[in-house]
């Protein structure tokens, strides 16, 4: 008996979600296509694309071509994702912890081998003076420094430490200089001040952050040194707390050139007041007798 025509299929439409397999390295719809009987297939030509199709095999006739259900995606090969760039990964916290030890190691050497607020404290006093306050051309006239009493200033009366009056009063210092152009005029001049000599009187204390203003005012100068008064005044009340006398000893030139640097002509020194003038002939006094004491008196007179 003769067999009936073969009919032919028509070829596969090409699926919606093809490229996504391909990518994937799934199965297209033509490898889900599997003979039905066992036994060994021939080797499948590669397409185009690289991927390999099923040739449909035949089968039995009442049988027809069987569709295989598609294997478990376990068993699929999942072909890797393409590698993507590395992002930097954040610090541990462990390497956060040690720098931050670090730090805190370094301020407290800071402030235990150095006077860390005294150092942090002129400087910012002198660009203050320099850039946010107005020149004072008046070298006599009376400038002021803003302070508080804090809890390091005080001793174990619980009152400002006889100390922390000299630190203050430095620190004003440097700024009425700064602001009137003495060091301006000592740098000009390849020349420096240095403090020779202080006398501290003590009126009244200054109490626990008690505001206070130190005003500060040149009294003179002769052919060695320029002479400065600082007063602590309470803001509370006016009272005067502190009266300090310093002696800043110039090194390198006269304080006449350095005035005359400044007013750009030669200025006559002022008249010292009769108490500053007992303190500078005590000076005098303890200075040849240090001298003698020492030996170097007749050192001196002989040169």
Not at 261 to 281: F, G, M, N
Request: net charge positive; hydrophobic share 45%.
């Amino acid at each position: 008996m003769p067999r009936p025509p073969r009919r032919k299929r028509k070829p596969l439409a090409p699926a919606w979600d093809e490229p996504l397999r391909a990518w994937r390295g799934a199965p297209r719809r033509e490898e889900v296509l599997r003979p039905a009987a066992t036994g060994a297939s021939p080797p499948q030509p590669a397409s185009r694309d690289g991927s390999f199709r099923q040739r449909n095999s035949r089968v039995p006739r009442r049988a027809g071509r069987a569709l295989e259900p598609a294997p478990p995606a376990a068993t699929l090969r999942a072909e890797p994702a393409p590698a993507l760039t590395a992002l930097p990964r954040p610090a541990p916290a462990a390497t956060m912890l040690e720098l931050l030890v670090a730090l805190l190691a370094l301020a407290l050497a800071y402030f235990a081998l150095l006077d860390g607020w005294y150092l942090v404290r002129v400087p910012c006093a002198v660009l203050r003076a320099r850039l946010l306050q107005p020149r004072v051309r008046d070298l006599l006239a009376e400038q002021s420094y803003a302070g508080r009493v804090l809890p390091s200033d005080l001793d174990l009366l619980l009152h400002m430490n006889n100390a922390r009056y000299l630190r203050e009063a430095d620190v004003a210092r440097i700024a009425h200089l700064a602001r009137c152009g003495v060091l301006e005029g000592l740098r000009a001049l390849g020349a420096r001040a240095v403090l020779a000599a202080s006398c501290a009187r003590y009126r009244r204390s200054l109490r626990l952050f008690e505001p206070f203003e130190v005003r500060t005012r040149l009294l003179g100068w002769d052919d060695r040194a320029f002479y400065m008064e600082a007063r602590f005044i309470s803001l509370r009340d006016g009272f005067v707390c502190a009266l300090l006398r310093s002696r800043q000893h110039v090194l390198g030139t006269s304080p006449e050139r350095v005035v005359q640097h400044l007013c750009k002509r030669r200025v006559e020194p002022p008249e010292l007041p009769a108490d500053l003038q007992h303190w500078i002939a005590y000076n005098e006094a303890s200075s040849q007798l240090i001298r003698a004491e020492s030996g170097l008196h007749d050192v001196l007179k002989e040169q």
